[in-house]
Nanobody
């Protein structure tokens, strides 16, 4: 069993910054792609940013130039640095990872429980 645990959410003023972390634990053999999604009430979950095992990154147009995704493979952790936050960034942010974990030899999709980010004055 693999668990993803997010941290770092909270309340921040417009223009401020937050750093989200997501640590994976369990019988992990390898983590392929990792990413962050977000969901506002009544809306579909959307991709914010993703990073492959080879460190290729992909961002939603709405966050390009403001958010940075990174990962530390030694710690099985993915980060999301969020700068110049806007009220429209308010959402629950979810961590996602494609993990190869014992006793399986193929990757499976795992999700964290989410962390709330509120951008408001």
């Amino acid at each position: 069993q693999v668990q993803l645990v997010e941290s770092g959410g909270g309340l921040v003023q417009p223009g401020g910054s937050l750093r989200l972390s997501c640590a994976a634990s369990g019988r992990i053999l390898r983590i392929n792609a990792m990413g962050w999604f977000r969901q506002e009430p009544g809306k579909e979950r959307e991709l914010v940013a993703a990073i492959t095992g080879g460190y290729t990154t992909n961002y939603a147009d709405s966050v390009k130039g403001r958010f940075t995704i990174s990962r530390d493979n030694a710690k099985n952790t993915v980060y999301l640095q969020m700068n110049s936050l806007k009220p429209e960034d308010t959402a629950v942010y979810y961590c996602n990872a494609m993990v190869v974990a014992a006793p399986y030899s193929y990757g499976m999709d795992y999700w964290g429980k989410g962390t709330l980010v509120t951008v408001s004055s």
